[in-house]
Nanobody, 126 residues
Framework: QVQLVESGGGLVRAGDSLRLSCAASGGYVGTYYMGWFRHSPGKEREFVAGITWNGGRTNYADAVKGRFTISKDTTKTIVYLQMNSLKPEDTAAYYC???????????????????WGQGTQVTVSS
């Protein structure tokens, strides 16, 4: 059974940085993609960034391009989300997802992911 555990969230000020981690364990063999999504009250869960399992391709939401970087530790089953120049509108619960099926592009819709972590809260004060 695949397990995803996020960590690294917290309360920061606008302009600060945070690095989120997502550790995968269990039956992750055959994984093709990992993605970071976020969910804030009153909004739907939205795509933030995605990466192929080998780390070769990445994709970002327009709202975070140039500020966030997704990466994968190739020696460990950990995916990171480096978040710089944080804004109050980045405040949300951040979740990582895992997808096992191959698609043409990195999936950006939550329903396309097979497993999810429990989330980690990021709060950015102005």
């Amino acid at each position: 059974q695949v397990q995803l555990v996020e960590s690294g969230g917290g309360l920061v000020r606008a302009g600060d940085s945070l690095r989120l981690s997502c550790a995968a364990s269990g039956g992750y063999v055959g994984t093709y993609y990992m993605g970071w999504f976020r969910h804030s009250p009153g909004k739907e869960r939205e795509f933030v960034a995605g990466i192929t399992w080998n780390g070769g391709r990445t994709n970002y939401a327009d709202a975070v391009k140039g500020r966030f970087t997704i990466s994968k530790d190739t020696t460990k089953t950990i995916v990171y989300l480096q978040m710089n120049s944080l804004k109050p509108e980045d405040t949300a619960a951040y979740y990582c997802g895992l997808r096992r099926k191959l698609t043409v592009a990195i999936p950006i819709v939550p329903d396309e992911y097979d497993y999810w972590g429990q989330g980690t809260q990021v709060t950015v004060s102005s």
